[in-house]
Every structure is written in C-alpha cells, then in structure tokens.
C-alpha cells in the first residue's frame, strides 16, 4: 500500500503520478524507464513504486513537455546531466529484468554431430550415410526439454536451467544451451555467470547474434557503452531483421551523443516493428 503523494519519501503508485503530472502518459514513463531515468524496479509499470526522485525526474519531464520541448531533447538532456551517476543510469542490478533477451528456440544450424562412417567390410556397399551420433541425440533431447520449460513462467525456469546443464553435461560446446541457460541467470541479475556463458557461445560460433545482442545488454547495464555498440552491431550485421538489436544501438549511439549514426536505425526500427513497443519513440527521433 503506497504513501499520500504529499509524503516527501515516497513511495507512489503509478496513479499518483498520472494525477500529479498528467502531461506525462504511461508512455512516456515506460521511456523514461527504458532510458535508466527512473530508479529501476523489478515490478511492471501498474504495480512499482515510484521513489520520490522519481517524482522529481517526472516533474521537470511534465514542464518541459508544457513548454513544447521535444521529447528527445528531454531525454538527452537528462541522460547527458546523469552520466557518470551509476545509482540514476541503468543500474545493474534491477535493470535485467525487464530488458529483451534473445532465446535461442531451436539447434538450427547446430545440428547433433555425426559419427564419421566406418570403412566397409570387404564385399560390402560402402556407407553413405553417417551414423548418427547418441550423445548429440541425447544433448538435443535435453535442449528441447529446457527450451519447452523456458516459457517466461518462473516456477518452470529451475526445471529449465537443470534441462540445459543436462544439455552442456553432455554436449559442453551446445551453443543454444548456453545462450538459453545465460538468458535465465541474467534474468535473475547473475550478470557474472550470463557474461561468461555468452561469450563462451561466441568463441564457438561468432555467427550467434543472440549471443551479441544479450552481451551487449549486460554491458550496456554496466555503462560499458563503448564495449555494447560493439555487441549491437555485431548482431545488426548477422541478423539485420532483428529489430530489437536496432533499437538497443540507436539508444546506445543517442546516449553517447552520435544522434547521426543513431538515426539509421531508428528507421530500421521504425520498419521492422511499424507497431512495436519503441515506434514512437523511433518516429519521435526520426523528426
């Protein structure tokens, strides 16, 4: 149960602040949110509690906005004055939570290997066809069993984590696995665990863009923005259809005050998800 508003330390509810400050829409709080300019919170929008230095960012965001500043200027401005304030920019330790993850669905390309084929007994057809290999069957097994579980629900993630380490018991070079098990200790703030586990998947196979995309989001959380563009833009240039690794860069590049090079893929953005949760956002920095 939250406090009165007029209480100086907070906390409010979301009604609180739309009552308070009703220039400033969910939308704009979710971007808000999105830019690390709200104290981060595990909770939804509808159910978090706003600190009372929420309130103050929200108040001067609804004054601007009444005095006709663009919204993207507000954010720069903002980003720009908090850089360097870890506690007030895209802390580490709440700011997973909400943040995409690429998951890997299926082996794809990393198909189960094969048991070269045996020479042919003298007289006997040669064999055409490698034998399959059980030990890859059974790791695939174990994948499709912790990617079943993975499904966002949090009283199936332990069953999930224990199918993929199953998975790399048995097949320790599995790329999905581990992108998939890095995505459940991110999910839970184990930044360290996640980071190994992604770029162990990256030195096997540099083509893994969830790999990138999910690094680049630890390191973003970590304000190593520099170390992230490079995570980002490895992931545009293996999968550019991937709309989210747009968004993710353009935000990067807008922080670090290259609006220039941000632009492209806010457009990118922009066509790729025309209804997503960042279009406009993306139209607003397009204009």
């Known amino acids: 149960m939250t406090t009165s508003p007029s209480a100086a330390s907070g906390p409010y509810s979301l009604r609180d602040v739309r009552s308070l400050y009703p220039a400033v829409t969910e939308t704009h709080l979710r971007y808000l949110d999105k830019w690390g300019l709200l104290r981060q919170s595990p909770a939804a929008l509808h159910e978090r509690e706003f600190s009372f230095a929420d309130l103050l960012a929200v108040k001067r965001v609804a004054a601007e906005l009444q005095s006709g500043t663009a919204l993207k200027k507000i954010l720069r401005v903002l980003v720009a004055e908090r850089q360097g304030?870890?506690?007030?920019?895209?802390?580490?330790?709440?700011?997973?939570?909400?943040?995409?993850?690429?998951?890997?669905?299926a082996i794809g390309a990393h198909q189960p290997k094969a048991v070269p084929a045996q020479l042919p007994l003298p007289g006997t057809a040669p064999l055409t066809t490698p034998l399959p290999d059980p030990q890859a069957a059974l790791a695939a097994k174990y994948f499709g069993e912790g990617s079943r579980l993975d499904d966002?629900?949090?009283?199936?993630?332990?069953?999930?984590?224990?199918?993929?380490?199953?998975a790399l018991i048995v097949d320790p070079d599995?790329?999905?696995?581990?992108?998939?098990?890095?995505?459940?200790?991110?999910?839970?703030?184990?930044?360290?665990?996640?980071?190994?586990?992604?770029?162990?998947a990256i030195a096997l196979d540099p083509d893994c863009f969830e790999a990138h995309?999910?690094?680049?989001?630890?390191l973003h959380d970590l304000g190593r923005y520099e170390s992230a563009l490079g995570c980002y833009r490895d992931a545009v240039a293996i999968n550019p259809a991937y709309a989210d690794a747009h968004f993710y860069l353009a935000v990067t590049l807008e922080k670090m005050g290259h609006s220039g090079e941000a632009k492209p893929h806010w457009k990118a953005y922009q066509e790729l998800a025309p209804t997503g949760e960042w279009a406009e956002l993306a139209k607003e920095f397009l204009e």
């Open 174 to 200: 599995l790329v999905p696995a581990l992108v998939n098990l890095a995505n459940i200790h991110y999910a839970h703030d184990e930044l360290i665990e996640a980071h190994a586990l992604y770029e162990r």
């Open 85 to 105: 304030q870890l506690e007030l920019d895209f802390h580490a330790a709440h700011a997973a939570s909400d943040r995409p993850r690429a998951k890997v669905v």
């Open 152 to 166: 966002g629900d949090e009283r199936n993630t332990p069953l999930a984590a224990a199918a993929y380490r199953k």
């Open 213 to 218: 995309f999910n690094l680049g989001n630890i």
